[in-house]
């Protein structure tokens, strides 16, 4: 039983770890640091929030065998899918860039070096995987790269952690909502809730259903038994609910390890991700250096090529081209050409002198601001019948989509009213 559940496994889990990329993480090490064990509380309610708006884009990719642009085009006016997509191309773009940076100054903390040529050989090796490795083989392989974030777990124990405050920051806020606290509570929803996420569980969704049923010559998917659909809805259901508790856990345990060791230790401005794992090695002793900077360049791995393929499936499916990591090269090569654009793009920023830091803010504030009409038109797609049949959202799930819509809408304008004010 226990194996038939961990097979089940796959798009939600690898969404959920995608998350925790070397960003997120620099995220996660500053709310630490800076705030101790105070924030622990954001990861515990946000992780409803991204299972209800997850399941949401899971649905979609599986009943209508369509990614998420594909979706919203079916639906809405083309300028708004327009510039849906030109915003995710360029948020992603600055996320792989932060994110190629910063594991190659992780491989640099490790082995000394060239940062920059660290990076190049992540970006390059990222790309030839994902063009050439057919797409079981490479989805498996992602899988496996998820235990790389279980050495976040593991820093925890290896320092001395007061349970009971943990336990008592994670269920109720304890700190004052001013400037900076409000600020971060917003980059932490932020880097939880991403745009990217969604159109890469509905892509995934969408290739896992050419594997499980076949499509009609208008790529809809035949009709099955309503025995067997729902069979795929709770596997849906179990994956996501599976992935994004991991991702959730592995972020509750990044602020946790970072505020017993750096916060104790009075250092409580931490800028990325390498920085946070550095900062670790007096402060929780070379085991949990060595672990941080472990775990920073295996999310990199999982991270990056879900970033370039979620840009590559929307771009794709917005102008109709053959898109598909189960096809070959030469059957969409425009596909796989996005999708070095947005590898190759990023490790190029990384050669120029733009300011990491400022990648960051900039991707963070996109994706905050594209999230809010994406979830919306999400929920409104997964209420029409004409999209889902007679397996629209049912009311729970409605109303869990639409308070993720709301608190990520509340999120952004908090963030424009602090950086007006």
Not at 34 to 58: D, E, K, R
Not at 147 to 174: E, H, I, K, M, N
Not at 283 to 290: D, M, V
Not at 350 to 363: G, H, Y
Request: glycine share 10%; charged share 15%; net charge neutral.
């Amino acid at each position: 039983m226990l194996s038939e559940r961990m097979r089940q496994l796959g798009p939600g889990l690898i969404t959920g770890a995608a998350d925790d990329d070397p960003s997120g993480i620099a995220t996660y090490s500053q709310a630490g640091a800076q705030f101790g064990y105070g924030l622990l509380w954001t990861v515990v309610f946000t992780f409803p929030l991204m299972v209800g708006i997850q399941l949401v884009s899971a649905r979609l990719g599986c009943l209508t065998g369509r990614g998420l642009a594909a979706n919203i085009k079916r639906v809405f006016p083309r300028p708004l899918l327009y510039a849906v997509v030109a915003l995710l191309l360029a948020a992603n773009l600055i996320n792989v860039a932060a994110d190629v940076a910063a594991m190659g100054a992780g491989l640099k903390l490790l082995l000394g070096g060239s940062a920059h040529v660290y990076s190049l050989t992540f970006g390059c090796l990222c790309l030839l995987l994902q063009v050439f490795l057919p797409y079981r083989t490479y989805v498996r392989y992602l899988k496996w790269l998820t235990l790389a974030l279980l050495s976040y777990v593991a820093v925890a124990f290896t320092v001395q952690v007061p349970w009971s405050q943990v336990l008592g920051s994670s269920l109720w806020p304890g700190l004052s909502l001013d400037s900076g606290t409000l600020t971060m509570i917003v980059a932490v929803l932020g880097t939880t809730i991403s745009p990217y996420l969604f159109f890469w569980q509905a892509a995934e969704e969408m290739e896992d259903s050419r594997q499980l049923v076949r499509l009609d010559a208008n790529r809809q998917l035949e009709p099955q038994s309503e025995n067997a659909v729902r069979g795929h809805l709770r596997r849906i259901k179990w994956d996501t609910c599976v992935g994004m508790g991991f991702s959730n856990l592995i972020a509750f345990f990044i602020i946790l390890s970072t505020a017993a060791t750096l916060h104790a230790a009075g250092i409580t401005d931490i800028q990325t991700s390498a920085q946070a794992a550095e900062a670790l090695r007096p402060a929780g002793g070379e085991f949990t250096f060595l672990l941080f900077s472990m775990g920073i360049i295996g999310t990199g791995l999982l991270a990056v090529p879900v970033l370039a393929g979620s840009a590559a499936y929307a771009v794709a499916e917005a102008l109709d081209w053959r898109n598909g990591l189960d096809r070959k090269l030469h059957e969409a090569k425009s596909f796989y050409g996005i999708i070095a654009l947005a590898t190759l793009g990023g490790v190029a920023l990384d050669f120029t002198s733009a300011d990491p830091i400022r990648e960051l803010l900039w991707s963070a504030m996109i994706n905050g601001v594209i999230a809010v009409p994406i979830m919306a038109v999400m929920m409104l797609l997964g209420g029409r019948r004409d999209v889902l049949g007679q397996f629209v959202i049912d009311r729970k799930l409605r109303r869990l989509g639409w308070f993720a819509t709301c608190a990520m809408a509340l999120a952004v304008v908090a963030m424009l009213v602090s950086l007006w004010f």
